[in-house]
């Protein structure tokens, strides 16, 4: 569920190239602010398997995501892999975020976009040329 509830957040995992080894599959997804009685978890095998074959979930996460830089960083959330975590152990996380343009930083300035929420669209140079407001 999505927004206002009525999308879905789908991940689509195409059964041959699963191994016979561990392996991790994810979706992101965003809820309304109160997340209704209903809302429920589906898991579908829309292929039939071999009655040779078996599938096995470890494990289902599904936690708040957090902003460990702030308002104007991403959102992450840190879960097990194939080795447990322990005591100690640390990750490094390369992160790349622009919020280039002049429109996008006087958006926030003005309005507070960044902690709302709120980004324009970008790509690899500002979609919203700085001269409307320049």
């Known amino acids: 569920m999505i927004g206002n509830g009525t999308e879905d957040a789908t991940v689509t995992v195409s059964l041959p190239t699963i191994s016979s080894s561990w392996s991790y599959h994810s979706v992101v997804f965003a809820t309304p602010a109160d997340v209704p009685a209903t809302a429920k978890l589906t898991i579908k095998i829309k292929t039939a398997l071999p009655n040779t074959e078996d599938i096995y979930i470890d494990a289902i ?5 957090y902003r460990p830089l702030g308002t104007y960083g ?10 447990d975590w322990v005591v100690g152990d640390k990750a490094t996380v390369a992160i790349t975020q622009t919020n280039e343009g002049l429109v996008q930083r006087m958006l926030d300035r003005i309005h507070g ?3 709302l929420d709120l980004q324009m669209p970008s790509s690899g140079s500002p979609v919203i040329a700085d001269s409307v407001i320049a």
């Open 113 to 115: 976009a960044f902690e």
């Open 74 to 83: 991403p959102y992450v959330a840190a879960v097990a892999g194939a080795t």
């Open 61 to 65: 996460v599904v936690t708040e995501m």
